[in-house]
């Protein structure tokens, strides 16, 4: 191993601290048109960083949305490529007056780093950047392994362009595994990696009545209403013990194995303090017959995110609205297939269509579930990197959240991912007061160090 990068990394701690707050102070929000020209900035930002600290042919590369930022070092001949993948865009950081410190100035407290995109993903996109920066100051120039770096910024809003790349272009990415850093460990301290994502698809329902608002006074009672005729069909999705109501939803499950289950019984979980300090609620729903972690990382759902429409002003306005929405998603398990599930959904709302109304069923994204093998080298050495850094066994867990990337690298680059995350679970990502743990900032950066030079040192087949 070595102690050149090391050090190299734990010398510059500051720095690479004071450039990560640079690049969280660009509100590269990708969902609102008013930051395109902000998100086009960080990318250009992190072209120079990538340039600067010695990768090649660094480009930005146009998609229809934002840029994609693309580089590369392929001179280890023999050696395994590894295609590094992160995004550096946003969620937008509202409400903003449930902030502690203002979501784009980044600010310390009690060892985090608060900031929109702290830890989702640019701080540990960046751990990326500065590991390799460590091993190229530490070996002249060089790296132990071939890389390609890709970072998207359209991550928070579907990457269509990113996937289109990937489809149309596999040539330019092809490697021999992908790392991606946009997942957390199960506990503080606990070195974690992900080996399975639920998959997704994210919906809008819209309803249409009569032709014009209408005044309810003079039409309430007669004229349909979209707002009764959404609550109508979405109350009928799933029952009362949270099992979803769509024919043919289960019909293709994979559980997992006995020995999955088996290991996560052993996880440090406390389901009371699950409840109280991380959901805030008075009681847990969903599928009783299921444990928890079941229910967040392998069983399937349906959710509602939000019915805009209608009059939500200050004040009283009677109105009947002509149309309402309705933003609904399902997190999917391996072996659904997102076209076949939204396929069972539409044809099954458009059967709870309520009289006078007509409904509109539309699929705004999605991706694929996924379960990664851990007998592969990649998986191998992460699991002792971490462990060399952590001093711990390394844990396998699966995330109930979705990155549709790792479906898209597979499909079309044939290629296994390495879910090396270092966030933790009350680091509120897509919430107020979002925030990075500084020191897994450094321990991600040396875990990765050491990750490459395993790999780069081990005699792996290379594509």
């Not at 998100?39 to 600290?53: D, F, N, P």
């Not at 590369?61 to 395994?80: C, N, S």
């Not at 107020?432 to 020191?439: D, Q, R």
Request: charged share 25%.
């Amino acid at each position: 191993m070595s102690i050149p990068a090391l050090q190299f990394a734990r010398e510059n701690q500051s720095r690479f601290l004071e450039e990560l707050k640079d690049l969280l102070r660009i509100p590269s929000v990708s969902t609102l048109p008013e930051h395109r020209g902000d998100v086009r900035r960080a990318a250009e930002v992190l072209a120079l960083e990538l340039q600067r600290i010695g990768l090649e042919n660094v480009q930005l590369i146009e998609t229809t949305g934002h840029p994609l930022v693309y580089a590369d070092w392929l001179h280890a001949a023999g050696k395994p490529t590894c295609l590094c993948y992160g995004h550096y865009d946003v969620q937008p950081p509202d409400p903003l007056d449930e902030w502690a410190s203002p979501p784009f100035e980044p600010t310390e407290r009690n060892g985090n780093l608060y900031a929109r995109g702290a830890v989702d993903d640019k701080g540990q996109m960046y751990m990326h950047v500065k590991a390799l920066e460590s091993l190229l100051h530490a070996h002249a120039g060089k790296l132990p392994l071939n890389v390609r770096v890709i970072l998207e910024g359209e991550e928070e809003v579907g990457g269509e362009g990113i996937a289109q790349f990937v489809r149309e272009h596999p040539e330019q990415l092809r490697a021999d595994f992908a790392l991606i850093s946009d997942t957390e460990m199960f506990a503080p301290d606990l070195p974690t990696l992900c080996v399975g994502l639920r998959g997704m698809i994210y919906t809008e329902i819209e309803a249409r009545g009569a032709a014009t608002d209408l005044h309810s006074g003079m039409y309430g009672g007669a004229a349909p209403n979209p707002f009764f005729a959404l609550c109508q069909v979405l109350a009928q999705l799933k029952d009362a013990d949270g099992r979803i109501s769509i024919p043919g939803f289960y019909d293709a499950i994979t559980a997992p194995s006995t020995q999955e289950l088996k290991a996560w019984k052993s996880l440090p979980f406390n389901e009371e303090e699950f409840q109280h300090k991380e959901v805030g609620s008075s009681a847990l729903t969903g599928e009783s017959k299921y444990s928890v972690l079941e229910r967040l990382w392998a069983r399937p759902t349906l959710e509602v995110h939000g019915m805009p429409g209608g009059f939500t002003g200050a004040g009283a306005k009677t109105v009947i609205p002509a149309k309402a929405l309705a933003k609904v998603s399902m997190r999917l398990v391996p072996e659904m297939e997102p076209q076949k599930i939204f396929a069972l959904y539409k044809r099954y709302v458009e059967s709870l269509c309520p009289k006078g109304i007509m409904l509109d069923v539309r699929l705004i994204h999605s991706g694929d579930p996924i379960v990664l093998r851990v007998d592969n080298p990649y998986v191998q050495a992460a699991t002792a990197a971490m462990r060399d850094v952590f001093g711990k066994e390394t844990v396998f867990v699966r995330s109930g959240g979705s990155i549709p990337i790792v479906g898209d690298f597979e499909r079309s680059l044939k290629i296994p991912s390495v879910m090396m995350g270092f966030g933790l679970p009350d680091d509120n990502l897509h919430a107020p007061n979002e925030k990075f743990h500084i020191a897994n900032f450094y321990r991600g950066i040396e875990s990765l160090i050491r990750f490459f030079e395993r790999l780069g040192a081990e005699k792996i087949g290379a594509a």
